[in-house]
Nanobody, 123 residues
Framework: QVQLVESGGGLVQAGGSLRLSCAAS????????MGWFRQAPGKEREFVAV????????HYGDSVQGRFTISRDNAKNTVYLQMNRLKPEDAAVYYC????????????????WGQGTQVTVSS
């Protein structure tokens, strides 16, 4: 059972940046695609970004395209989410998740989840 631990959330002003990290346990990190999702109060969980197992392929949700960048370091069992030009509507709990595939097929691929990290954006 993989464990995922997010960090890096916090309070930032609109227009600012944050970098989230997700550390994974186990020795199979490099075999699976990793993703980020978010959920704001009263809203459904939203897909943010995904990166393939090798790191060569990425895919973003429309609302973050061009502002957020997902990356991974397989030597450190860690996936990152660099968030730039943050907007108040980006405020949410951000979750790291592991897919059961090495590539991205769809949002239902993700079977392991972290506990989340809060991002608050002040206007």
């Amino acid at each position: 059972q993989v464990q995922l631990v997010e960090s890096g959330g916090g309070l930032v002003q609109a227009g600012g940046s944050l970098r989230l990290s997700c550390a994974a346990s186990g020795r199979t990190f490099s075999a699976y695609a990793m993703g980020w999702f978010r959920q704001a109060p009263g809203k459904e969980r939203e897909f943010v970004a995904v990166i393939g197992a090798s790191g060569s392929s990425t895919h973003y949700g429309d609302s973050v395209q061009g502002r957020f960048t997902i990356s991974r370091d397989n030597a450190k069992n860690t996936v990152y989410l660099q968030m730039n030009r943050l907007k108040p509507e980006d405020a949410a709990v951000y979750y790291c998740a592991r897919s059961f595939r090495s590539y991205y097929f769809g949002p239902n691929d993700f079977t392991s989840w972290g506990q989340g990290t809060q991002v608050t954006v002040s206007s």
